[in-house]
């Protein structure tokens, strides 16, 4: 990872809220065939965050219902959709939800 940095970062904007992180490399580097110049960045992660009443709306949107939410002192949440304990609430199948 000597030739990598992490980037992370805090975005609000007409979007939304959300944090993302990129890879980025401090110089020229070849992955799978494609050179990667410095300080290109790599998309890693976006993780979108939402008020409550943007969640109800989201859920609402999509016809669907939360059923529980992991908090974090009341800073932040994630939802947990509903299935089985002990199993994936989702398929790697699309169009797939295990219950």
Known sequence: M???????EYVFDGEGGRHQ???????????????????????????????????????????MKETHQWTHAQEYGEFDPPGKPGRPSFSPNPGVFPV
């Open 21 to 63: 992180a990129f890879y980025s490399p401090v110089r020229n580097v070849t992955v799978l065939g494609e050179r990667i110049k410095p300080h290109e960045r790599i998309q890693v992660e976006r993780s979108l965050k939402y008020s409550q009443a943007g969640a109800e709306r989201l859920w609402s949107a999509a016809g």
């Open 2 to 8: 000597k030739d990598w940095r992490v980037v992370g």
